[in-house]
């Protein structure tokens, strides 16, 4: 996913970073609010591949 570069310094949430997480909660299915709460947290580490974010994985038994 590709999302447009924001206009604006990236050191505060302005209009246009609203605008583009707005989307990608849209694309993503989540509740587009605008408010970058904790489901949307998840699946932009999830897509981004954070390494210090938390993962699950499977283990054996």
């Known amino acids: 996913m590709q999302?447009?570069?924001a206009e604006a310094e990236p050191d505060y949430f302005?209009?246009?970073l609203k605008r583009q997480l707005t989307e990608f909660q849209?694309?993503?299915?989540?509740?587009a609010d605008g408010i970058a709460g904790a489901r949307t947290l998840?699946?932009?580490?999830?897509?981004?591949?954070?390494a210090d974010s938390?993962?699950?994985?499977?283990?054996?038994?």
């Open 14 to 16: 302005d209009d246009t």
């Open 3 to 5: 999302l447009a570069k």
């Open 42 to 50: 998840i699946h932009l580490d999830n897509l981004t591949g954070a």
């Open 26 to 31: 849209r694309l993503q299915h989540l509740a």
């Open 54 to 61: 938390p993962h699950l994985q499977a283990g054996q038994r």
